[in-house]
């Protein structure tokens, strides 16, 4: 059994040179002894802008890996002046406001976080998916990428490329097919001269535990516990990339649950915990209203317009009407392709239904995040948190702890007795 031991933490580095040498021969290793590695704690990246800069920022200070979510990263911008723009003006505009984004973000890490660890979480099936992962790539201040919410397919290739050496990329999986999936890109990239890039590492997000967009066929799916059991997933994945680490997220958020996950296997991940945080970008008001509401239940749906199914706090949407469903029409920037390639929201609005209940993605994150309680993605354990001393003040009012806290509770605190 694995010990709380240094290697959860990142060291402190003089040079990116240093780091980079670091996460290639400790962390992302392709030999022999890879499936020995210890990846330092990280967090999952959450958008829009919940995982901002500054919630990097903290997570660097305590040593720990900060992944930035950087799907719609220009948010601001794009609400504050898409209003009576064309549509191909306001695509026009998320790409110019998510470029500016990520070169502020860069700007801000380079200045800001001294050579940490900094990774990137990007959607797939978002429309601006390859635009903002130029920005990334070029910005040369993200270590590593994460992707997921469909299949990379362009990612062995792109990232076998000579200006993506030193960046490291991570598909997001539920099971051992996406990672056959990018072993099978090696033979038709070599068929077509192509050059190929294994994965540095396979991020592992149980569907059963896990907030957000899930990686199941269908509610039922990502509801049952025996589908998804972590030990013979890996050991799946491990027979189709022998020397590659896996980094285990959904269902991590204390201490006995790192231990086993480091047990199983490389690397930890959560999300919830760290989204419960004074320096993620969820408002104060909705974490306390919402998230810390013992009365408010968990739901898994397939209401995103994405059609995957998430995972979310049971909370009115958005009303539906036939003059809200036209507003939505007349702004839409087809902002995701669908698990389907399509949008599922426009597809169903577009008949003007009031009744029918799937929601603009985008704009239900914008919402909330500007302190309007509409989509509330949260991982399965959500219920257990709130009785946890961690979101209480010294007189038992509800509390919002720092990173530092929260940190401070992961690594002394177990499942079972933890109060």
């Known amino acids: 059994m694995?010990?709380?031991?240094?290697?959860?933490?990142?060291?402190?580095?003089?040079?990116?040179?240093?780091?980079?040498?670091?996460?290639?021969?400790?962390?992302?290793?392709?030999?022999?002894?890879?499936?020995?590695?210890?990846?330092?704690?990280?967090?999952?990246?959450?958008?829009?802008?919940?995982?901002g800069t500054r919630f990097v920022e903290a997570m660097a200070a305590e040593n720990l890996i900060g992944v930035y979510g950087a799907s719609l990263p220009g948010w601001r911008d794009i609400q504050e002046f898409e209003k009576g723009l064309s549509i191909s003006e306001r695509k026009e505009l998320t790409r110019q406001a998510n470029k500016k984004a990520i070169e502020s973000a860069?700007?801000?890490?380079?200045?800001?976080?001294?050579?940490?660890?900094?990774?990137?979480?990007?959607?797939?099936?978002?429309?601006?998916?390859?635009?903002?992962?130029?920005?990334?790539?070029?910005?040369?201040?993200?270590?590593?990428?994460?992707?997921?919410?469909?299949?990379?397919?362009?990612?062995?290739?792109?990232?076998?490329?000579?200006?993506?050496?030193?960046?490291?990329?991570?598909?997001?999986?539920?099971?051992?097919?996406?990672?056959?999936?990018?072993?099978?890109?090696?033979?038709?990239?070599?068929?077509?001269?192509?050059?190929?890039?294994?994965?540095?590492?396979?991020?592992?997000?149980?569907?059963?535990?896990a907030g957000g967009h899930l990686g199941a066929k269908n509610i039922e799916q990502a509801q049952d516990d025996s589908l998804w059991d972590p030990v013979k997933i890996c050991d799946e994945i491990w027979k189709v990339f022998p020397n590659t680490p896996i980094i285990i997220a959904g269902g991590i958020g204390y201490k006995d649950q790192i231990i086993h996950a480091y047990d199983i296997a490389n690397g930890?991940?959560?999300?919830?915990?760290?989204?419960?945080?004074?320096?993620?970008?969820?408002?104060?008001?909705?974490?306390?209203?919402?998230?810390?509401?013992?009365?408010?239940?968990?739901?898994?749906?397939?209401?995103?317009?994405?059609?995957?199914?998430?995972?979310?706090?049971?909370?009115?949407?958005?009303?539906?009407?036939e003059a809200s469903i036209r507003e939505a029409i007349r702004n839409c920037v087809s902002c995701v392709c669908g698990n389907k390639n399509e949008c599922k929201y426009l597809l169903q609005a577009n008949k003007i239904d009031p009744d029918y209940p799937n929601y603009c993605i985008r704009r239900e994150l914008i919402k909330t995040r500007n302190g309007i309680a509409t989509v509330c993605f949260t991982g399965r354990q959500i219920e257990k948190f709130r009785y946890n001393k961690l979101y209480r003040g010294k007189n038992g009012e509800l509390y919002v702890p720092t990173v530092k806290e929260t940190i401070e509770f992961l690594l002394s605190n177990n499942s079972v007795d933890s109060k």
């Open 2 to 51: 694995l010990e709380l031991i240094s290697g959860l933490h990142t060291p402190n580095f003089d040079t990116r040179e240093e780091k980079i040498d670091y996460l290639q021969t400790e962390v992302f290793r392709k030999d022999k002894h890879a499936r020995d590695a210890v990846i330092p704690l990280m967090n999952g990246g959450m958008s829009v802008d919940i995982t």
């Open 106 to 209: 860069s700007s801000f890490f380079r200045e800001r976080c001294n050579n940490a660890i900094v990774g990137a979480n990007l959607l797939r099936i978002l429309k601006d998916y390859e635009g903002t992962r130029e920005d990334l790539i070029k910005s040369g201040q993200f270590d590593i990428l994460f992707v997921g919410a469909g299949l990379p397919d362009d990612l062995p290739e792109r990232m076998a490329q000579d200006d993506c050496k030193n960046m490291f990329y991570v598909p997001i999986v539920s099971s051992a097919t996406v990672a056959k999936f990018i072993r099978r890109k090696k033979r038709e990239l070599g068929k077509a001269g192509k050059k190929y890039r294994q994965p540095d590492a396979i991020y592992l997000e149980l569907p059963n535990e």
């Open 268 to 321: 930890a991940s959560m999300g919830t915990r760290f989204l419960l945080t004074q320096e993620s970008g969820m408002p104060n008001n909705i974490i306390e209203e919402k998230y810390l509401n013992k009365n408010i239940p968990v739901v898994v749906d397939e209401m995103s317009s994405t059609g995957y199914a998430s995972r979310r706090l049971d909370i009115p949407v958005t009303e539906r009407t």
